[in-house]
């Protein structure tokens, strides 16, 4: 998928006329994706060096918080003192999984992924991508071709502005400095998932724009509102159900009836504020639905 406002699209493809009433959406490329198309140009996937590669291409375009990058090591650095160790070398202690948890990651910007995948190509491309055979890491006909195509993608890959990928879900304590505990977004199992379950939205193979809109938009509000119900509540509910009027109207009577609610944990629509001069041309069966 490429974003639709991507400027290398200078005709009108089938997506974008599918979408264009939404004129702010944006398509983002999976960058695992981009990682495994730039992969292919490699001879074999178990050439000595090719973990090597995929490790530098992901350093290329993905970068640490520096705000997170500088506390942490701080944190390291005097619990190692408190258990009576050199902090000396504290990188060496930092483990991958104290950055994931700890600190934020980010894409570097289009200027400077391109730059640094260029630079990891030309030196790779030479007698430095060889194996102790002496067969290369690239196919380099194939490897040129395929940075082609990409490079021009490199937009499509990068973090979208104002879109908060962490959520902080709580703090610790370590060497008396209170660390953030992050979650992130990006390539998590609820993330992954969404692209299984997208596929599922739209009923059968075909489906003309209408429909399809149609289907995904209530496929969309189903999924928020199953992810917001499994991130605040403590146990299943036994009660499925999308539509906030009915749920709202099941629990009020409900709660006539038998003096509680069936799904207590609802919170009902809120009530539209209307003006004096909106309310005074209620009729008597409206206006006990308008606040003053």
């Known amino acids: 998928m490429l974003n639709l406002t991507c400027p290398q699209a200078a005709e009108t493809t089938k997506l974008q006329a599918r979408f264009s009433g939404w004129p702010q959406l944006l398509v983002r490329l999976d960058i695992w994706y981009c990682m495994r198309q730039l992969a292919l140009g490699c001879t074999t996937d178990a050439h000595q060096l090719y973990p090597l590669y995929m490790s530098h291409m992901s350093a290329c375009i993905f970068e640490w918080d520096a705000a997170d990058l500088a506390l942490l090591p701080e944190a390291k650095a005097q619990q190692l003192q408190a258990q009576g160790q050199s902090s000396a070398d504290v990188d060496r202690h ?13 894409t570097r910007g289009v200027t400077t992924t391109v730059k640094l995948l ?44 104002g ?28 993330l992954e998932s969404f692209h299984l379950h ?3 939205f739209i009923p059968g193979s075909n489906a003309n724009s209408l429909n399809f809109q149609v289907y995904l938009l209530e496929g969309l509000h189903r999924w928020n509102q199953d992810q917001r119900v499994a991130a ?28 509680r609610k069936v799904a207590p944990e609802f919170c009902p629509p809120h009530v539209t504020q209307a003006s004096s001069s909106d309310c005074s041309t209620c009729s008597g069966r409206l206006v006990r639905h308008c606040r003053t």
């Open 94 to 106: 930092l483990t991958r999984e104290e950055l994931a948890l700890h600190c934020r990651w980010r």
């Open 163 to 190: 879109v908060a990928l962490y959520t902080k879900t709580g703090e610790l304590t370590k060497g008396g400095v209170r660390l953030p505990v992050l979650r992130c977004a990006r390539g998590s199992t609820s």
């Open 198 to 200: 997208l596929n599922r």
């Open 232 to 259: 605040l509540a403590t146990e299943k509910s036994p009660l499925c159900c999308y539509t906030g009027d009915l749920l709202h109207s099941v629990n009020k009577n409900y709660e006539k009836l038998f003096g």
């Open 118 to 161: 260029e630079e990891l190509f030309d030196v790779l491309m030479g007698s430095r991508g060889n194996d102790s055979l002496g067969v290369p890491l690239f196919d380099q006909e194939r490897m040129e071709h395929i940075w082609r195509v990409q490079r021009k993608h490199v937009k499509c890959i990068q973090d979208p502005l």
